[in-house]
Structures are given as C-alpha cells and as structure tokens.
C-alpha cells in the first residue's frame, strides 16, 4: 500500500495512468518546435522524401518514437512507411510532408530520449510506454520499468524525389503520371478530362492574372466614385443646361404648360410624350423617318383634340356651377323665411346635376376626377334631402305654407331656363366662393334646416373648389387655360399638316422643303437667324451663310440627347462664334441707332437662353477641372472618393505591375516552370502591396452605393441618364470584385492542398464560375480607358488558356527506363549530421 501510495504522488505514474506516451519535458519541446513550424508550414508544399537515419536506432523503440514524434510534431505531413533491417543499423522512412517539418523532426531526433517500457501495465487501461528527456530520469522513483532504451541519430540522409515537369510528361514524388495513375493520387478511377489538369505553377498563373483583374477593377470603382463625386457637383448646372436647351425647342411653348400641373387645366402627360418624341426627329431633322411615328402623330392628333373637348365641357360646368349657386342661393333665402317648399330648386338642380354628370372629360380628368366626384355625392346628398322635405306627410314648421306645384315638364322648359340662367351670369360672373349670407331671421333654425344649410354650404365649397381653381402662381386657372387656346390651335394646325406630309412620304411624293417650312416659324433658331438679318448684324452673303452655318451645327450640338460630355467644347465654340460675330458688327457700326438695336439683341429671350447654356456649362467644365486637383478631398473626415492623382499613382502601379507581368507567362514557357513560379510568388506580393494601397481608405455604409434609385428615368436627360449608369456600373463592378475575391479565395483553397498537380475535373467547377463571370463583364459598361480595357482583355485571355487545363504525356512502356534514370538524376539528398564511419 505504502508503494502504491508513492506511485500515485509520481507525475511520470500520473502520465501513465492517462495513457500519455511523453513525458512533460517532452511535450513541452515538440509544442515549442510546432509553434515555429506554424509561421512556415502552410506557405510550403507538401513533397516525398525518403529519409535515411542512423545512430541508435536500432530497436523497436526508436520505430515508436518516430511515429509519436512525428504524429505530435507533424502539422500537414505524416509517415506512410518505415523499414528496418534486421542486419543493418539504419531506419528508412517514407514521409510526405513539408520540408520544414521533415527537417524539425530530424534535429529533434538528434536529441537523446530514453523510451521506457513495460511489459505488463501498471493500472489498468494505463499506457505501456513513455518517452521522457534524459533530464527527467531522476523523477522516475518507484517506478522500475521492465526495460528502457536511449534513442536518438548521429546522422540522417533526406531524399527528396523529383515532382514537376520532364518535357511534356508530370512527375509525381519520383513517377511519371498516367491518367489511371493520377486519377489514383486524386482519388478518382481515371481522370476523364482528355489528359488535362491543372499544375501548382498553372494554377498560380491564374491566380496571379485574377488578382491582376481584380485590381483592374478595383481602380474602375474607385475612378467611378470619383465621376460619381464629380457628377454631383455638377447636377444643378446639368439640370439647368437641359432645361434651357429645353426651351429651345421646338414645341417648348406646349410642354410648359402641358408637362406641368402649374394650371391643371392645361396638364396633359399623353399629349406630352406623344410630342416629345415626335420633337426628337423634327429637332434632327430626320423626316425620312417620321412615317415610323405616324401613331404618335395620329396619338398627338387625338390628344389635341380631347383638350379642346375637355375645355369645352369645362366652360359647360362653370356655367352649371353659375346657375347652381344662383338655386342654391333661392334656397338659402327660402331657409331663412322658414319655408320649406324647395320644388322648384328641386327640379331646377336635378336638371343641372344629370347635364354636370354627362361631362365626362371632367369627370375623368386626373386632377380633377377626385374633387368632381366628391362635388357629385354632395350634390345627391342635397337632392336626396330636398325630395324628403317635398313629401306629403313630413312635418313642416309652422309658418310653412301650401306645397307649390312642381314646375310643368314640357319639352324644352329646362332649356329655357338654362338660357335665362347663362343671360344672368354672363355678363358678371357669379363668384360662388362668397359663401351664402346669414340672415339675422335664422336664429331659431329647426333641425331640418340646419342640415340643409350644412348641405347647401358643401356643395357650394365643392363648386367652388373645381370652379374657382388656381394656378401656381395664384392666377385663375380656367381664365388661364382660355389664354392658352391659340397655342394649341396653331400646335393642331402643325399635327394636321406632319399628318398630311406622312401620307406623301409613304407615296413617295414627298420632300425636305415641307418639312422645313412646317416647322421653321417654330425652329428658335432659324427664328434667331431672322433676327440676326432684321438688326443689321448678317448683311453679306457669306455673313449669312456663316451664322446659318454655325446656327445648324449648335442645334445638331444641343440636340443630339442626351447631351454628351464630349459635345461641351463644341457647344462654346460655337456660341463663342455667334458672340464674336454679333460683337464684331457691333464694332463696326458708328452710328449710335443701329448699336442701340444690337445691343437690345443680347436682351431677346433666344439669346439669352443660349448664353445661360454657355455660362451652365462653363461652370460644369469648372467643378471637373477643380476636382482634378492634387489635393482635393485629402482632408475629408468622411471618405467618398480618392482625388484624381491619387487614383493616376494607383494606375502607374498597375500600369508597371504589368509590364513585369508579360515577361512571366508559364503556359508559353513550361519548361522553365520553376523558375516562373518563383517569379509568379514574387509578382503575387508586389499584387499584394498594390491592393493596400488602393484599399488605404475605405467607406462607411452610408457612402456606398448599394441599389439604383427607384425615380422615373428620362433617357434624354443626361442629368438623369448619366447618374443611372454610374450608379449602376458601380453596384455590377462592386459585385463583380466579391464574385472574383472569392474564385481567388477557392484558387488559395487550391494552392493550399500542395499538391503539385490538380485534377481538371475536381478543378472545373470553379473555373467553369470563373470564365462565366469574366466573360459577362461588359467593357463599355466599365467605361474603361484603352489602356486597362487592353490590361483587362490579355489578363483574360492568359485565364482562358486554361480553360481545359494543362496538356501532359503519358509515358510508353520502352520509355520508363530512361525516364526512370533521368527522374533519379533529379532527386535532390540532403545530409544532416556526422556519418560514422563504416
């Protein structure tokens, strides 16, 4: 008892009871060797050696120790066979493994242990043995083990076997790959890829030529926040400039007043857009096409005609509403005597109800239909009400008199009493928004005439609602409207003849000069040439044909929608040459009249619309130039964009990157793989340092576009346009970058495995998402310069070699020995220690 109490205080017992076969010592040294091993395994491949060790390892200890070493030390390799010859005094060993961890456990081997034994177990379920430091031999105690034995090796030789290319034949750890033979090593029964596969040199190739890619794409979104950054600045003047050039237009006039709910009257969105793109190809003076828009034509027609119809109808229910406040006021009159005999308002409002319910233009107008409607109930609420007290048997009040009469239903009487009613308010119209004046005899109202006050009083706020409706500017809208009716007129007229050009074009019979003349007393510009002739400035012929000249081509300029970028210095140019010429007779004019008539040329509406587009585009030239400063945007606490310098730097890094790039490419020189995969793991770290500088400074949720605004877009406006497309090139190029990461993540997954060759068919799913995506990536939605497009397409291009992966011969049987030979000339020994000598 007394020994087995000693035993159970002993560590090493302790150990043994747990079933550990190292002591403390021990594991504390193959943790500290694994630790450093950590920094450099998984950067390293995993190869076959072959390793030959001598010293005192001569007994089945040293067997058990290499395996327990090795499984505790090992982090990606491990021992696949050990050989020791009975009548030699050396252990062989076939490892796959890292080099760094085969060279660990080599010079721990080197270090002297003792292997305790025991032939029968001490406790139950106890381990049989132990290693223990020679150090840890004086804590053994009581414990007395049934033999022991001192291993360690004086001196190990390490082959390594040949992995990599001979020519067109794979070399795997010594053997020359065959289909059956890789599809072995690869798990698979025969590789059904036509002897295609990927290599780790293939594979880093196109790993280097997608990161390449990726940061191609990065610098795209990054130059896209900047025109973003810069668009925005410049949205007010954009804005500005297309409104103005707006108001050159042809049919400018209608769409003021149609295009808006500035007088409602006159808002008719149909009739807009049906002009607006019949206003595209007379502004380009494309007449060759208008038979195409015959429907918008014939659409345009129709929508002409139901705004002249809807002004008809809307001057029939002013005067309704006239002759309806003149019964109602009959009525609130009749309330305060305290009569309630309303037969004849009753048959008077019923007549007028059933002609406002037959105004269907009104009814159904979208500005209107609500309020008309709301007008519509609260007049049945009155007729309904009035009918009840008309009833025989409801209690009057007392001063009530005799029912009178319903008025006679001859043909014709409403009619007359119509034309009684529009004689009284023509000539001074009604206002029915005075509200029916109290009386001081209603101060002891019965119920009944209470609710038909309140009644009364509704309908006529509703009347006066519709009927006395405003414009934007507070102006009556109906009086307003009226104002307007020449325009459309003179704009049916246009409709009636492009309709009637139309027909003569489908027949053939047709020219340009119709065409023209339609529309040349609506072309601002040939308006402004008039002008121009009218104050002196265009007197010679070659005056006139220069301004004619330049006005043409400034209309093409700004009419060519949406505005393009590149049409801004053409644009000043050209309004430049009108200033110098207009200027310049100026000049040259002595007399004071005809520079007073010049002069109030600068104040015409035309021309001052042309310079407020000159001054709004000078200014969106302004903000660009400004944010192609040096230091712009550097101090900004919240980040948005990186300043144009900063963006050029990052491209000069590629730009240099990519020159190194070409003189690297593994598929044309296959033979020097080695050599290449050296340089592609040192063009990876340059890739590397490139993508931190570009990733310095990043953004905060609130700054990064995540969806497209979900606002109606105008595909002639640039202002809108243009936003939607940067918008919606930074949304694809944002998730086309975290596609790419993560192949290029799947590709580390890849290299990580260490294995010199991959299977095409364990490989080909990736790859297959990677040639998806990058074939789907469009250019021209990049807007990218020409420089990184041809950088984008030969990175792509190198990727797509691939495709099918890597081409490998298979060796013939009367080749194996020759190509044995020349393997085994390959494999590199290393020899650690002091051989002893023989």
């Given amino acids: 008892m007394k020994t087995q109490a000693l035993l159970e205080k002993n560590p090493l017992y302790e150990l043994l009871k747990k079933k550990y076969h190292t002591s403390e010592g021990v594991r504390l040294q193959i943790v500290k060797r694994k630790e450093e091993l950590q920094k450099r395994v998984p950067k390293e491949s995993l190869k076959s050696f072959t390793v030959n060790m001598s010293g005192s390892v001569t007994n089945c200890s040293f067997e058990k120790t290499l395996k327990i070493v090795s499984k505790n030390l090992f982090i990606k390799g491990r021992i696949t066979a050990i050989f020791a010859p009975d009548d030699h005094e050396i252990v062989e060993a076939d490892i796959t493994a890292t080099l760094s961890e085969v060279e660990t456990l080599i010079q721990y081997l080197m270090i002297p242990h003792v292997v305790l034994h025991f032939k029968k177990e001490l406790l139950k379920g106890a ?485 407020d587009i000159k001054a709004g585009i000078k200014n969106i030239l302004e903000i660009q130039a400004e944010h192609q400063k040096v230091d712009a945007f550097r101090n900004e606490p919240v980040f948005f964009s990186y300043n144009a310098k900063e963006l050029d730097s990052f491209l000069a890094e590629i730009v240099t990157f990519y020159e190194k790039l070409g003189s690297n490419c593994y598929y044309k020189d296959v033979k020097n793989f080695e050599m290449i995969e050296v340089s592609l793991d040192r063009l990876t770290e340059e890739l590397q340092g490139i993508n931190s500088h570009i990733s310095l400074r990043t953004r905060n949720k609130d700054t990064i576009i995540t969806k497209e605004p979900d606002a109606h877009i105008d595909y002639l406006r640039a202002s809108h346009l243009t936003r939607k497309n940067l918008e919606k090139s930074i949304i694809f190029l944002q998730n086309q970058i975290a596609q790419i990461e993560g192949f290029m993540h799947g590709i580390e997954g890849n290299l990580c495995q260490h294995s010199f060759v991959y299977s095409g068919v364990a490989a080909s799913v990736l790859f297959d998402q990677i040639t998806y995506t990058l074939s789907n990536i469009d250019i021209r939605l990049l807007d990218m310069t020409d420089t990184a497009e041809r950088m984008f397409r030969e990175g792509v291009d190198t990727i797509f070699h691939y495709q099918v992966g890597e081409a490998f011969a298979e060796p013939k049987s009367e080749e194996m020995e020759g190509l044995a030979e020349e393997i085994e000339k390959r494999t590199v020994i290393r020899k650690y220690g002091i051989p002893e000598p023989a």
């Fill in 127 to 611: 381990s049989n043995l132990l290693i223990i430091d020679e150090s840890e031999q004086n804590q053994l105690g009581d414990i007395i083990p049934d033999h022991s034995h001192r291993n360690f090796i004086t001196y190990a030789e390490l082959h390594e076997k040949y992995t990599g290319r001979m020519g067109n034949y794979l070399i795997l750890n010594g053997l020359p790959l065959t289909a059956e033979k890789l599809g072995s090593e690869l798990r698979f029964n025969k590789i059904q890829t036509k002897n295609k596969v990927f290599t780790t040199t293939g594979l880093k190739e196109i790993y280097v030529n997608l990161y390449f890619i990726f940061l191609l794409l990065k610098l795209d979104l990054e130059q896209h926040y900047l025109k973003l950054r810069t668009f925005n600045s410049q949205t007010k003047d954009l804005s500005t400039v297309e409104e103005k050039i707006d108001d050159l237009g042809f049919f400018s006039d209608v769409f003021n007043n149609i295009a808006t709910t500035d007088n409602p009257l006159l808002f008719n969105e149909k009739l807009f857009i049906d002009l607006m793109r019949i206003e595209h190809i007379i502004e380009n003076n494309n007449w060759k096409s208008i038979p195409a828009y015959a429907g918008y034509v014939s659409s345009a027609s129709g929508g002409l005609n139901a705004q002249f119809k809807f002004m008809e109808d809307f001057a029939l229910f002013v005067t309704y509403a006239n002759c309806v406040s003149t019964f109602i006021t009959k009525i609130v009159q009749k309330i305060g005597k305290h009569k309630s005999d309303f037969r004849n308002e009753l048959h008077n409002l019923t007549a007028n109800y059933n002609e406002l319910k037959k105004l269907s233009t009104v009814l159904n107008h979208p500005i209107l239909r609500t309020d008309y409607q709301e007008m519509l109930n609260a007049f049945s609420k009155l007729l309904a009400y009035l009918d009840f007290s008309t009833l025989d048997g409801v209690p009057h009040t007392a001063t009530a008199g005799k029912a009178t009469e319903m008025l006679p239903k001859v043909p014709g009487a409403f009619i007359t009493l119509f034309k009684k009613c529009v004689k009284s308010v023509l000539p001074v119209r009604i206002d029915i928004s005075a509200k029916p004046a109290s009386h001081p005899e209603l101060t002891a109202k019965t119920e009944q005439e209470e609710s038909l006050q309140k009644l009364t009083m509704k309908l006529s706020e509703n009347l006066e609602k519709i009927s006395k409706l405003k414009t934007k500017n507070g102006e009556d809208a109906y009086l307003d409207a009226r104002r307007h009716v020449p325009l459309l007129t003179e704009l049916s007229d246009v409709i009636d003849q492009l309709a009637e050009l139309i027909r003569h074009v489908e027949s053939n019979k047709a020219s340009e000069e119709p065409f023209k003349k339609i529309f040349s007393q609506h072309n601002k510009f040939e308006i402004f040439y008039h002008i121009l002739q009218d104050v002196g400035v265009l007197e010679t012929e070659p005056e006139k044909k220069a301004a004619r000249l330049t006005l043409a081509e400034l209309q093409t300029l700004l009419f060519t929608k949406p505005l393009k970028e590149s049409a801004y210095q053409g644009i000043l140019d050209k309004i430049h040459a009108l200033e110098t010429m207009i200027q310049n007779k100026k000049e040259s004019k002595k007399d004071a009249a005809t520079q007073g008539i010049i002069t109030k040329l600068f104040q015409t509406p035309i021309f001052n619309t042309i310079m």
